[in-house]
């Protein structure tokens, strides 16, 4: 039997105004940044600006990708199951606009290293991408 969990999530989209690729905070530092966001194919064209400048002059708005960090706040429902949990690290977190698949990895600096999420979008029934996990419209 499978018991959800249900925790709440703040995020940033990396839009270079408001949020940038380097964190600067929850214990990462710019190399585990670059670590993390070169998982990501999509990343590889926008690694060597990234690493010189920090991607400060790249327009991501006509990317076919969304980057995202996702961190998870707190636990929604406190239960003796989350005992052995964390939620101390976050996600780096990228969105295929086309496909709608959304891939991330885990950081946290006592975890295992890049733990991964993969969700792939459903396009039954609905107008937008959908899955078990996220809704996006």
């Known amino acids: 039997m499978t018991i959800p969990i ?3 999530w703040e995020g940033e989209i990396i839009d270079n105004r408001n949020n940038f690729f380097f964190t600067k905070q929850w214990g990462a530092n710019d190399c585990i940044d670059l ?3 070169s998982l990501f194919s999509q990343f590889q064209p926008l690694r060597s600006d990234v690493k010189a400048t920090g991607g400060k002059g790249l327009n991501l708005d006509e990317l076919d990708c969304i980057f995202m960090r996702w961190k998870e706040v707190q636990f929604i429902d406190k239960r003796p199951l989350h005992a052995g949990l964390t939620i101390a690290g976050f ?5 295929d606009r086309t496909s709608g698949q959304l891939e991330g990895f885990y950081f946290d600096p006592v975890s295992v290293p890049f733990q991964r999420m993969l969700l792939q979008a459903s396009m039954e029934d609905c107008f937008g991408f959908q899955s078990g996990a996220y809704d996006l419209r």
Request: hydrophobic share 35%.
């Open 6 to 8: 249900n925790t709440f």
């Open 35 to 37: 670590g993390h966001w």
């Open 91 to 95: 996600y780096y977190m990228c969105l």
